[in-house]
């Protein structure tokens, strides 16, 4: 098949999920690029707004051919900024049908706003497509408002979700959770995010007799993300357990005042880390642990389990995520239940992480994620 994936986000804000499954489907042999318009805020970084290309132009990530473009956000105003990105996305797709011919389906990523402009050329061209959708109803109520809400938005990503030949969320719950603002009345899938299982491989940690239980928390530092939660259940399970350690990394966990907040004697923050320092915090780490008030599915929980370590998760968590005898789940909010699953952990003899190994390659390696698109691209095609 021929796919051409559309991404609403793209380096260097987020979108990687895009890139991920351009290549499991590439693996499993398919015709695949990526039509990326990343739109830049001089209000954010003024480096980036002031230096990045201007034009279009092509390029290679990890084997999969990109056409970029770059437009310059204009402050405050939103819907013109909209406007402009769909309209620039759909001129990009005038000029990739020139090149490289008519895709046989539109993988659209996020409804905001690349599943919208995909519904648009579709219309155009006689070209389903689909959109997948990763983001939760908190990150809609940034944007739009408590719901229900009346922004102008709201009716056309709604029509977006309508029309697609389906709505492939990364989980089962994403559906009602957003509900309130788009409703259900569309066909959906869920389908996992990709997790680089080669990468995030199992590794065996050290003996615990040798040194503390470690747990490790990988997570911005955003109210959502539930610190306020963590760290003082985490204290409190240093008062009953001296020989514990704590280890956090993501935005905002390097600042002074985050760090302000820590007991140095047994917790450490790192602030951002890359792709392979997520990696080697996890293999010097015995249990992840993440206090999240709202997820649509933490991709970071499935990398922990790849490499072979339990977790403990809130309520908000996937049902798809919850692997029996691995994964625990506390209320959201409630220090003493997470204080209790943490002691709970670090009391049981050391883990054996093969079986959960083995499950997450089940439901999120590439070549399963890859097999998933595919029998389901290949049905719509097929109509």
């Not at 201007?54 to 013109?80: A, C, E, F, N």
């Amino acid at each position: 098949m021929h796919i051409l994936e559309i991404p609403s986000l793209f380096p260097p804000f987020g979108g990687l999920f895009c890139l991920d499954q351009a290549k499991a489907l590439s693996l499993a042999g398919h015709e695949v690029r990526i039509l990326s318009n990343v739109q830049l805020s001089v209000r954010i970084n003024r480096w980036r707004y002031l230096t990045y290309p201007y034009g279009r132009h092509w390029m290679d990530m990890d084997g999969i051919l990109v056409y970029q473009s770059y437009q310059r956000g204009i402050p405050k105003l939103i819907r013109p900024n909209v406007k402009r990105w769909v309209s620039i996305v759909r001129s990009m797709f005038e000029d990739y049908m020139r090149q490289y011919g008519k895709p046989d389906i539109l993988h659209a990523h996020a409804i905001n706003w690349a599943g919208y402009a995909a519904m648009l050329i579709g219309r155009d061209y006689h070209i389903p497509y689909v959109v997948t959708e990763h983001s939760s109803r908190l990150v809609f109520e940034s944007e739009y408002g408590p719901a229900p809400s009346d922004t102008w938005q709201i009716p056309m990503l709604r029509e977006a979700y309508k029309h697609a030949a389906r709505v492939i969320p990364v989980s089962e719950e994403l559906v009602d959770n957003i509900a309130c603002y788009f409703g259900n009345d569309y066909q959906w899938t869920a389908i996992s995010n990709v997790v680089d299982v080669d990468f995030f491989h199992y590794q065996q940690r050290s003996p615990l007799q040798e040194r503390p239980f470690r747990f490790c928390c990988i997570a911005n530092n955003l109210p959502t993300k539930g610190y306020d939660v963590l760290l003082p259940a985490f204290k409190l399970l240093h008062q009953h357990h001296p020989n514990v350690e704590l280890y956090m990394a993501g935005y905002g966990t390097g600042t002074k005042a985050f760090r302000s907040q820590l007991d140095t004697s047994c917790m450490y923050a790192y602030g951002i880390v890359d792709k392979k320092g997520v990696r080697d915090l996890l293999y010097q780490c015995d249990a992840f642990v993440l206090a999240s008030r709202s997820e649509a599915q933490p991709l970071v929980l499935l990398e922990a389990m790849s490499t072979g370590i339990p977790v403990i998760a809130t309520e908000c968590t996937p049902r798809s995520l919850r692997i029996e005898d691995s994964c625990t789940i506390v209320p959201i909010g409630n220090v003493e239940a997470l204080f209790n699953a943490m002691k709970k952990l670090a009391e049981q003899p050391q883990f054996d992480g093969h079986h959960l190994v083995e499950e997450v390659h089940r439901l999120a390696s590439p070549v399963s994620v890859g097999h998933q698109l595919e029998d389901l691209f290949r049905a719509i095609v097929s109509k």
